[in-house]
């Protein structure tokens, strides 16, 4: 069992910056692929950024390239999310998710994550 918690979450003004930490118990948090993802009130879970076990391998939704970035630190057990140039429509609950695999992959679709956080609000204001 994996356990996940992510901070850093927030209200932040049109065009600001926020860093979101997930914290993972995982023993072997280097076999574990990891994503974030958010959901706005009334839509379906999505996806936002994924990273592969290593960090070689990133995937970006298109809403969010070339503004979020994914890092993850294997020594600590932790996946960063910085998020740069918030939009109103960037609010959501952050949810960061874990997947056991071998595989050198970043995956993208909710069906593929095992394990889940509870989530932490981020707020952009206009």
């Known amino acids: 069992q994996v356990q996940i918690v992510e901070s850093g979450g927030g209200l932040v003004q049109a065009g600001g910056s926020l860093r979101l930490s997930c914290a993972a118990s995982?023993?072997?948090?280097?076999?574990?692929?990891m994503g974030w993802f958010r959901q706005a009130p009334g839509k379906e879970r999505e996806i936002v950024a994924a990273?592969?076990?290593?960090?070689?391998?990133?995937y970006f939704a298109d809403s969010v390239k070339g503004r979020f970035t994914i890092s993850r630190d294997n020594a600590n057990n932790m996946v960063f999310l910085q998020m740069n140039s918030l939009k109103p429509e960037d609010t959501a609950v952050y949810y960061c998710?874990?997947?056991?695999?071998?595989?050198?992959?970043?995956?993208?679709?909710?069906?593929?994550?095992?394990?889940w956080g509870q989530g932490t609000q981020v707020t952009v204001s206009s």
């Open positions: 990273i592969s076990r290593s960090g070689g391998a990133t």
């Open positions: 998710a874990a997947r056991f695999t071998s595989s050198g992959s970043a995956y993208y679709t909710l069906a593929e994550y095992n394990y």
């Open positions: 995982a023993r072997t948090f280097r076999n574990y692929a």
